[in-house]
């Protein structure tokens, strides 16, 4: 896939194939600092009530965001993200943009 090299508002992207759709997905800002750990899960695997076991997500907790996507090059079908931070919200802005 061709994604850029910068998504605002989770920074670049680093995931290993064989863990697509669901990741995780590891986000870090321009100086390639760890920022955030993502796992996509679809609509249609939460309305199944699926269990999953993925691997763990690197580096402490600050604060998680869960919302929904209607699909993107990578990962097509509605679902929504797991934003795990490891850094704080006024931290979060170094991926703003």
Do not use: Q
Not at 8 to 24: A, M, R
Not at 79 to 86: A, E
């Amino acid at each position: 896939m061709n994604f850029p090299k910068f998504f605002p508002s989770l920074g670049i992207l680093f995931v290993k194939p064989e863990t697509l759709p669901l990741g995780p997905f590891l986000c870090f800002d321009r100086k390639d600092r760890l920022m955030a750990t993502v796992y996509m899960v679809s609509i249609k695997d939460i309305d199944d009530h699926k269990a999953f076991e993925v691997p763990a997500f690197a580096g402490a907790t600050d604060h998680v965001n869960i919302y929904f996507n209607p699909g993107h090059p990578g990962v097509d079908v509605p679902h929504y993200h797991f934003v795990i931070w490891h850094v704080t919200k006024k931290e979060e802005e170094r991926v703003a943009n």
